[in-house]
């Protein structure tokens, strides 16, 4: 590890998410500022959880929410191949993974996405959740880089941990309280299916993530019409 290097990293991230009267507010958002600006990158974004419960913490712009939704509703792709395997996913050229995630490889290509990584952030054997890179520009994700965001990675970890031991026993900090948020009412609508179809939940899920991709529409709005009963799912 290139100690110079990750004092630079622990120093930009001192302090990140939390006010002057220590609370956490807006963290998420300051984490995905502070890892953009020192990675920098065309767009970056953090998730928590796994493949099949997971939520946006927090992402840098319009392209990683884009990237993120497409993810979460097709069921592939970078964030999710590192949250399943827990290892670093470091795809140089987005033209050579058609075979690898062919589902997300020609929509992210189209966005102008030309080059992934995804590094877990890692708790032990753990995995809380995933830093997703996305470069628009080619050659600017290089091994260096991977190595660096690997070392940011593990501040966003450190951070996250330390945000939550000023939170109230069994509550999410003020900082981390927008991953209740993101996509609950994906789950609620899952929720809403498998009652309707008396399905299992992970079935449930499935078919929104399957009429979502059918109709080229986020799988939050598929959800939205379900909850508010504009759509009944067969």
């Not at 009267?21 to 065309?42: K, M, T």
């Amino acid at each position: 590890m290139n100690g110079d290097r990750w004092r630079v990293i622990v120093q930009a991230f001192a302090g990140a998410g939390t006010d002057g009267d220590g609370s956490d507010r807006d963290g998420g958002v300051q984490l995905c500022r502070v890892s953009q600006d020192l990675l920098g990158v065309s767009a970056l974004a953090i998730t928590m959880g796994t493949d099949r419960y997971r939520s946006r913490l927090c992402a840098a712009d319009g392209l990683a929410d884009e990237m993120d939704d497409l993810q979460f509703t097709i069921g592939q792709g970078p964030s999710i191949e590192a949250s399943t395997t827990g290892q670093a996913v470091a795809v140089y050229s987005l033209d050579d993974a058609g075979d690898r995630w062919p589902a997300f490889a020609g929509p992210a290509l189209l966005a102008g996405v030309c080059s992934v990584f995804a590094v877990p952030l890692r708790l032990g054997a753990a995995s809380l959740g995933v830093l997703t890179l996305y470069e628009t520009v080619p050659g600017r994700l290089h091994p260096t880089k991977l190595a660096d965001a690997q070392l940011v990675a593990d501040a966003v970890t450190h951070r996250i941990i330390t945000m939550q031991t000023h939170a109230v026993p069994g509550e999410l900090s003020d900082g981390l309280a927008g991953v209740e948020l993101h996509l609950s009412q994906v789950h609620q609508a899952s929720g809403m299916v498998s009652v309707q179809l008396e399905i299992g939940i992970v079935e449930a899920l499935l078919r929104l993530r399957t009429h979502a991709y059918a109709t080229s529409r986020p799988v939050a709005e598929v959800a939205n019409d379900v909850i508010a009963n504009r759509l009944r799912l067969q």
